[in-house]
Nanobody, 123 residues
Framework: QVQFVESGGGLVHPGESLRLSCAAS????????AGWYRQGPGKQRELVAA????????TYADSVKGRFIISRDNDKNAVYLQMNSLKPEDTAVYYC????????????????WGQGTQVTVSS
């Protein structure tokens, strides 16, 4: 059974940092690309960052470039998102997922979503 468990969210002030973690199971994780996504209030789920199966290719949404860093540990079937210089507009529920590269970049084509982890940035 494919499963994603996200953790690490919380309430922070603007400018602070958070590190999100995602544990994946029920799939050949090291063979798949992985991504982080977010869904803000009243918004569609969007891609935040994606990483290829061995990390050689990484892409970020323009809104997070230079502030967020995606990484993965294939031995632990895990993917991480280091979020720095957080802004109120980063407030959202954050999710992870995995699949072929083209699918990871288009979240509407993915299924088996986890519960996500809430990130709230507020002064």
């Amino acid at each position: 059974q494919v499963q994603f468990v996200e953790s690490g969210g919380g309430l922070v002030h603007p400018g602070e940092s958070l590190r999100l973690s995602c544990a994946a199971s029920g799939m050949p994780f090291k063979s798949l690309a992985a991504g982080w996504y977010r869904q803000g209030p009243g918004k569609q789920r969007e891609l935040v960052a994606a990483i290829s199966n061995y990390g050689s290719t990484i892409t970020y949404a323009d809104s997070v470039k230079g502030r967020f860093i995606i990484s993965r540990d294939n031995d632990k079937n895990a993917v991480y998102l280091q979020m720095n210089s957080l802004k109120p507009e980063d407030t959202a529920v954050y999710y992870c997922n995995a699949g072929h590269w083209a699918d990871v970049k288009a979240p509407s084509s993915l299924d088996s979503w986890g519960q996500g982890t809430q990130v709230t940035v507020s002064s």
